[in-house]
């Protein structure tokens, strides 16, 4: 396989490995480095990527796998939360303010799920994965990827009016 080819199989998804890395790693600098790695193994994988049912599917397990265990290793004391600073130039700044807050709301939120939990949700409503590709990724049977995204967003609905109802707390 040639380095276009690679480039061409692997790059439409690219993205997606990163939005991964980042919502199970916190930590912009780390979701990068972990986004290079999993590149890097996939370019030695690249002869057998050609039998991959789905290569962005791989991938993005490769990426779960990658990252659990970064944070199960002794380096994760070492993990620094920095997040990305949401822009739109077309909002007042009280919007972007607000939307800003939002955001961050949901990503607190979202980080303080169960694992199981936090990963349905980033796969289904951010990278919008279909439920038989869920269960794919995370060897998991349908009923227990409804169960865990159902309960997810509750979760997250409940936070959120409970902050948006009683203020910051």
Known sequence: MKQSEFLNAVMPFKDKLYRL????????????DATQEILMKLWAKQDEMGQMRSVEAFAMTMTKNFCLDRLKSKQAANLKLVHSNYRDEKTSLQKQMEAQDSVNWVERIMEELPEQQKMVLQLRDVEEYDFEEICELLDMKPTAVRVALSRARKTVREKLLEKHSYGIG
Do not use: I, Q
């Open 21 to 32: 890395a980042k919502r199970l790693l916190v930590s912009r600098e780390e979701a990068e």
